[in-house]
């Protein structure tokens, strides 16, 4: 029972968003508030539509998105490898610094890095939303690096009896044993990319180029009084995520089954 009440904090909100998509003016406005809608009707919807190109931001999300998760597999499991698995002098102190990066609050370092990508010229373009995730997440190099520790040295020193090199030893032996590491990372940096607000809306001028959340603010700063088609609108935008995390959540599960089976 106490979590079907918890449940329930959690889930209210969403189904006044979803069913106020469906009201009409006179229901939203009604007093006393209704829940239910008297007349159920999807011209909230096709209003967010029309005045919402959402498939173009859609294409501009999934971009972003689809190359900040290919940038996180490629970048993260690399350091964390060295990091965890490989002996060279001066790791221990790197890998506090990495974690020191994750003590700084976002304010601190925004206006300077905002100020090297306008003196490199990248405003405007998807480069300082998708590059710096091909060079590492701090705190998703820290959670691959534990899953890492946890992998026997054993195993990489029998591949290396049999003549393997890190690169093979990586490739062959670590990654498969990192695969529920590697899903929860693509899926939180899934997660962080579709919603980030804040990124796109600094370096982002040119409306065709918006991401989701992005285009759903100027839909809000437009509409901000018709509350049916701007419920209409965070619905369009928040089903894409959810059910993205609902999938990648139940695939990161099964690995994890996977993981512990063998």
Not at 57 to 77: D, K, Q
Not at 79 to 106: D, I
Not at 219 to 225: A, G, L, R, T
Request: glycine share 6%; aromatic share 14%.
């Amino acid at each position: 029972m106490p979590l079907v009440v918890m449940l329930s904090f959690f889930v209210f909100p969403f189904l006044v968003m979803v069913i106020t998509g469906f009201k009409t003016p006179a229901d939203i406005f009604h007093s006393p508030p209704k829940f239910w809608p008297t007349d159920w009707t999807t011209e909230n919807y096709a209003a967010a539509g029309d005045a919402l190109p959402v498939g173009r931001y859609m294409l501009n999300t999934c971009i972003v998105t689809g190359l900040c998760v290919l940038g996180t597999l490629i970048s993260c499991p690399l350091v964390a490898y060295s990091l965890s698995k490989v002996q060279w002098p001066g790791r221990k102190v790197l890998f506090g610094l990495v974690l020191a990066t994750m003590m700084l609050p976002p304010q601190v370092t925004m206006i300077p890095v905002y100020i090297m990508w306008s003196r490199l010229g990248a405003t405007n373009s998807y480069w300082p939303l998708v590059l710096p995730s091909f060079l590492g997440t701090p705190y998703l190099i820290f959670m691959v690096r534990q899953f890492m520790m946890g992998i026997p040295d054993e195993l990489l020193e029998a591949a290396r009896v049999d003549g393997a090199s890190h690169w093979r030893i990586y490739r062959s032996v670590v990654l498969p044993l990192c695969r529920p590491a590697l899903v929860t990372a693509g899926v939180f940096q899934l997660v962080w990319t579709w919603s980030d607000f804040l990124g796109p809306l600094l370096y982002l001028n040119d409306p065709d180029k918006y991401t989701l959340s992005v285009g759903l603010y100027a839909f809000f700063s437009e509409h901000d009084v018709a509350w049916g088609p701007l419920m209409s609108a965070c619905v369009i935008f928040t089903l894409p995520a959810l059910g993205i995390f609902l999938l990648g959540q139940r695939f990161f599960m099964s690995q994890m089954t996977a993981g512990a089976l063998k």
